[in-house]
């Protein structure tokens, strides 16, 4: 009886076990013919190419290992601001799909129809080549925000310069850690003795004043550098000093999140309308204001709707970053599944990282999501 | 009567096939490529996204170059008709792992030959086709006329995946000039966004610079400038591995070269049959045994001549007329002051 029921399940691990074993003998005679090696050794050794745009500390003289590491952060810095902006730009949307305005209701229609059915990779091109044409040389770029220039290098804004910068960061961290238990005690004291704090307002004035305090007694101080424009030749101008952002970044930040915002509006929108209109009226009748209404009694209904997909809709952003090497965004495909294994030569040991970084990163915001899902989800008492 | 004809175009039909067979195991035991090749009928040549004067299709597909014409002569030489190719558009990105892989035999794609490319990761270069240096492309405007008035915050367009990254970190680096390298998968994006004003120069081997100047919105408001930081012999590339199929791809450009060093044209290859020269004989398969070796027949190197034609009726057909490159510089043959100079065919 049993071995009837584990049976299968053994015959499929050895078929998995065999074909593994045959790819991996094929491979190891072909490299061996070709005489390929296998190895993570390169890791090591020095990448002698620069990037474009990096978080962290990098040039050539650096490792491969160290030039991963620049891709998987910039890799990880667009799919973070896609996320955010997008999610933002759909829940907008997404509302305004359910708009009893006809114009309002139609425009964000059309918005999604529109992006949605255009390939990403099209959108890409189209903002940063059609846009980056539009955008003026530095020479001739207006100020904008009193000390910001849009040019076709790029956004250059003042860039913050820090004295003492961990002070501040490690007060930062205290005041988190203190909001999150004064949370803790504040929903404890509502549960046992029905007492309201004014929670928002409470945790927003720690955060503000505990860091701002380093500024006065912490010796923490921050000033500006200003970006200037530079001749480099006679009809050619760059900004030097502040921060530059580069138009690869804007270009590839903006097609994901207009493409990405379409499907989290309509998973909004989904979520909205399925809730029951009985579930306002009833909330309404025992008192609650519409914003309680929204925020305690439809939102964590709808949420459940919604997180899911949207989850999804988070994956696929982070793996469509991917489209960066088109553009020169110097991600994790460009940096590493492209320039360093061009030079290096290993596919076969790049692309195996490459794919278990892309499968950790997606693993990651799942549980993330997941975990949040379960948070927020009406506990059935 | 009609029985016994019926009977002999069988027999001979059995022979030819049993000799084809035969050939065709010959071959197939000195090479696994020749053989695919052979039964395939068309010759897996990687190239360039469109290079003009190396490697370019027009509107209808037709692929040429002067790297379009080694496979050419590959296809004359093993399949007896240099229109058997098909031709595999690749970015620099992906051109190595193609030929690794086994979706290509041969990559003919202004493919630098370094030491690190040759000996680490399963490729084998048989020679060089086009000698060249990396070279920098500014607008006119912009009143530069050198290197030497490059200045700290200087952005610099290229491809991914070249000796030109290389090259460039190693330049800047050594003039001490702080600059912003912006590299693209695609050399058609590069053109472009240099094109926009991305990049104040545009970087790559001097004859890409050629080639993808003319592909500018307007030719005239760039120029290379003349100094060349780098060597870049191009040339094409096989798998490691397949000695036998190396050696015919090396002695098909080999045949190009030298048959322009003996005067011998795609016009005049049949009636060199007859030449006093025994070398020339050779290079036209009326002399010695010079295709037994790969598993061919004779006449491999007359069908490339013929087909294809010479290394500078290709030149001149590719590079020169089209006022890419008109000046063969270093890609001259040795006895008329360059230094193309190909071991002999005997
Ligand atoms: N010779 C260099 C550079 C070769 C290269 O890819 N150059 C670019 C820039 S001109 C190119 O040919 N692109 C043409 C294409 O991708 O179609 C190398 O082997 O790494």
Same mark, same amino acid.
């Given at each position: 009886?049993?071995?009837?029921?584990?049976?299968?399940?053994?015959?499929?691990?050895?078929?998995?076990?065999l074909?593994?074993?045959?790819f991996?003998?094929?491979?190891?005679?072909?490299?061996?013919?070709?005489?390929?090696?296998f190895?993570?050794?390169?890791?090591?050794?020095?990448?002698s190419?620069?990037?474009?745009?990096?978080?962290?500390?990098?040039d050539?003289?650096?490792?491969?290992?160290?030039?991963?590491?620049?891709g998987?952060?910039?890799?990880?810095?667009?799919?973070?601001i896609?996320?955010?902006?997008?999610?933002l730009?759909?829940?907008v949307?997404?509302?305004a799909?359910l708009?009893?305005?006809?114009?309002?209701n139609?425009?964000?229609?059309?918005?999604?129809e529109?992006?949605?059915?255009?390939?990403?990779?099209?959108?890409?091109?189209f903002?940063y080549?059609?846009?980056?044409?539009?955008?003026?040389?530095?020479?001739?770029?207006?100020?904008?925000?009193?000390?910001?220039?849009?040019t076709?290098?790029?956004l250059?804004?003042p860039?913050?310069?820090?004295n003492?910068?961990?002070?501040?960061?490690?007060?930062?961290?205290?005041?988190?850690?203190?909001?999150?238990f004064?949370?803790?005690?504040?929903?404890?004291?509502?549960? /046992?003795?029905?007492?309201?704090? %004014?929670?928002?307002l !409470?945790? +927003?004035?720690?955060?503000?004043? #505990?860091?701002?305090? &380093? $500024?006065?007694i912490?010796?923490?101080?921050?000033?500006?550098?200003?970006?200037?424009?530079?001749?480099?030749?006679?009809?050619?101008?760059t900004? /030097?000093g502040g921060?530059?952002? %580069?138009?690869?970044? !804007?270009? +590839?930040?903006l097609?994901l999140? #207009?493409?990405?915002? &379409? $499907?989290i509006?309509?998973n909004?929108?989904?979520?909205?309308?399925?809730?029951?209109?009985?579930?306002?009226?009833?909330?309404?009748?025992?008192?609650?204001?519409?914003?309680?209404?929204?925020?305690?009694? !439809?939102?964590?209904?709808?949420?459940?709707?919604?997180?899911?997909? &949207?989850?999804?809709?988070?994956?696929?952003?982070?793996?469509?970053?991917?489209?960066?090497?088109?553009?020169?965004?110097?991600?994790?495909?460009?940096?590493?599944?492209?320039t360093?294994?061009?030079?290096?030569g290993?596919?076969?040991?790049?692309?195996?990282?490459?794919?278990?970084?892309?499968?950790?990163?997606?693993?990651?915001?799942?549980l993330f999501?997941?975990?949040?899902?379960?948070?927020?989800?009406?506990?059935?008492k | 009567?009609?029985?016994?004809?019926?009977?002999?175009?069988?027999?001979?039909?059995?022979v030819?096939?049993?000799?084809?067979?035969?050939?065709?195991?010959m071959a197939?035991?000195?090479?696994?490529?020749?053989?695919?090749?052979?039964?395939?009928?068309?010759?897996?040549c990687?190239?360039?996204q469109?290079?003009?004067?190396?490697?370019?299709?027009?509107?209808?597909?037709?692929?040429?170059?002067?790297?379009v014409?080694?496979?050419r002569?590959?296809?004359?030489?093993?399949?007896?008709?240099?229109n058997?190719?098909?031709?595999?558009?690749?970015?620099?990105?992906?051109?190595?792992?193609?030929?690794?892989?086994?979706?290509?035999d041969?990559?003919?794609?202004?493919?630098?030959?370094?030491?690190?490319r040759?000996?680490?990761?399963?490729?084998?270069?048989?020679?060089?086709?086009?000698?060249?240096?990396?070279?920098?492309?500014?607008?006119?405007?912009?009143?530069?006329?050198?290197?030497s008035?490059?200045?700290?915050g200087?952005?610099?367009?290229?491809?991914?995946?070249?000796?030109?990254?290389?090259?460039?970190?190693?330049?800047?680096?050594?003039?001490?000039i702080?600059?912003?390298?912006?590299?693209f998968?695609?050399?058609?994006?590069?053109?472009?966004?240099?094109?926009?004003?991305?990049?104040?120069?545009?970087?790559t081997?001097?004859s890409?610079?050629a080639?993808?100047?003319?592909?500018?919105?307007?030719?005239?408001?760039h120029?290379?400038?003349?100094?060349?930081?780098?060597?870049?012999?191009?040339?094409?590339?096989v798998r490691?591995?397949?000695?036998?199929w190396?050696?015919?791809?090396?002695?098909?450009?080999?045949?190009m070269?030298?048959?322009?060093?003996?005067?011998i044209?795609?016009?005049?290859?049949?009636?060199?049959?007859?030449?006093?020269?025994?070398?020339?004989?050779?290079?036209?398969?009326?002399?010695?045994?010079m295709?037994?070796?790969?598993?061919?027949d004779?006449?491999?190197?007359l069908?490339?001549?013929?087909?294809?034609?010479?290394?500078?009726e290709s030149?001149?057909?590719?590079?020169?007329d089209?006022?890419?490159?008109?000046?063969?510089?270093?890609?001259?043959?040795?006895?008329?002051?360059?230094?193309?100079?190909?071991?002999?065919?005997?």
């Amino acid at each position: 009886m049993k071995l009837k029921k584990i049976l299968p399940q053994l015959l499929t691990l050895l078929f998995i076990v065999l074909i593994f074993g045959f790819f991996t003998m094929n491979a190891q005679e072909n490299m061996d013919t070709r005489g390929i090696e296998f190895g993570f050794g390169f890791l090591k050794q020095e990448a002698s190419f620069d990037i474009q745009f990096s978080l962290i500390d990098y040039d050539g003289s650096m490792s491969y290992a160290r030039a991963y590491l620049v891709g998987l952060l910039n890799t990880l810095l667009v799919s973070f601001i896609g996320i955010i902006l997008s999610t933002l730009l759909g829940a907008v949307i997404g509302v305004a799909r359910l708009s009893p305005n006809y114009l309002i209701n139609k425009t964000a229609s059309f918005y999604i129809e529109f992006f949605r059915n255009i390939p990403l990779l099209l959108q890409i091109f189209f903002w940063y080549f059609a846009a980056l044409r539009a955008l003026p040389m530095p020479e001739d770029a207006p100020l904008i925000f009193g000390s910001s220039f849009m040019t076709i290098k790029g956004l250059y804004t003042p860039a913050p310069v820090w004295n003492n910068f961990d002070i501040f960061l490690i007060t930062l961290i205290i005041a988190l850690v203190i909001i999150f238990f004064f949370n803790k005690f504040a929903k404890k004291k509502q549960e /046992e003795e029905g007492k309201q704090y %004014p929670k928002f307002l !409470i945790s +927003l004035g720690i955060f503000v004043i #505990l860091p701002a305090l &380093t $500024f006065i007694i912490g010796g923490v101080d921050l000033s500006w550098s200003f970006p200037e424009l530079k001749q480099l030749a006679l009809t050619s101008f760059t900004y /030097e000093g502040g921060m530059g952002i %580069p138009p690869e970044l !804007i270009a +590839l930040t903006l097609a994901l999140t #207009l493409y990405t915002a &379409t $499907f989290i509006a309509e998973n909004v929108r989904a979520g909205i309308q399925g809730i029951g209109k009985g579930q306002k009226e009833a909330a309404a009748s025992i008192g609650l204001t519409p914003s309680q209404v929204l925020k305690l009694v !439809i939102m964590p209904q709808a949420l459940r709707i919604i997180i899911p997909p &949207t989850t999804n809709q988070y994956l696929n952003l982070t793996k469509n970053s991917s489209l960066a090497a088109a553009i020169a965004y110097p991600d994790l495909v460009l940096v590493f599944a492209g320039t360093a294994m061009m030079q290096t030569g290993r596919a076969i040991e790049i692309v195996g990282i490459t794919m278990a970084t892309y499968l950790t990163i997606s693993l990651a915001i799942s549980l993330f999501m997941n975990w949040y899902n379960k948070r927020i989800a009406i506990k059935e008492k | 009567m009609f029985k016994y004809v019926k009977q002999l175009t069988s027999l001979v039909a059995m022979v030819a096939v049993l000799f084809a067979f035969t050939t065709e195991t010959m071959a197939a035991k000195k090479s696994k490529t020749l053989k695919n090749t052979q039964k395939k009928g068309f010759v897996r040549c990687g190239v360039s996204q469109g290079l003009p004067g190396f490697s370019n299709a027009d509107a209808a597909g037709n692929w040429t170059g002067v790297d379009v014409d080694v496979c050419r002569a590959v296809a004359a030489a093993v399949l007896g008709d240099a229109n058997k190719v098909k031709f595999t558009p690749l970015s620099a990105k992906e051109r190595f792992t193609a030929l690794t892989s086994g979706e290509i035999d041969i990559l003919s794609r202004n493919t630098t030959w370094t030491l690190s490319r040759d000996a680490d990761i399963g490729l084998t270069f048989v020679g060089v086709n086009f000698y060249d240096g990396q070279g920098f492309m500014v607008r006119k405007s912009s009143g530069i006329t050198s290197t030497s008035q490059f200045k700290n915050g200087i952005s610099a367009c290229t491809n991914i995946g070249t000796t030109t990254e290389l090259n460039m970190r190693d330049f800047f680096n050594s003039k001490g000039i702080s600059y912003t390298p912006v590299a693209f998968e695609k050399a058609d994006e590069v053109v472009a966004a240099y094109d926009a004003g991305r990049c104040d120069t545009y970087t790559t081997d001097k004859s890409g610079l050629a080639a993808q100047r003319t592909k500018m919105s307007n030719p005239d408001e760039h120029i290379v400038l003349p100094e060349t930081i780098s060597k870049e012999p191009l040339g094409p590339v096989v798998r490691q591995g397949d000695a036998v199929w190396e050696d015919i791809v090396r002695w098909s450009l080999n045949t190009m070269i030298e048959a322009e060093e003996y005067g011998i044209t795609s016009a005049n290859a049949d009636s060199m049959k007859t030449s006093e020269n025994p070398q020339v004989k050779r290079l036209v398969g009326a002399e010695g045994e010079m295709g037994a070796a790969f598993g061919l027949d004779n006449e491999w190197n007359l069908r490339i001549i013929k087909q294809v034609g010479n290394y500078g009726e290709s030149y001149k057909r590719n590079i020169a007329d089209t006022g890419i490159l008109p000046d063969r510089g270093p890609n001259q043959l040795w006895t008329k002051g360059g230094i193309l100079y190909v071991p002999p065919s005997r």
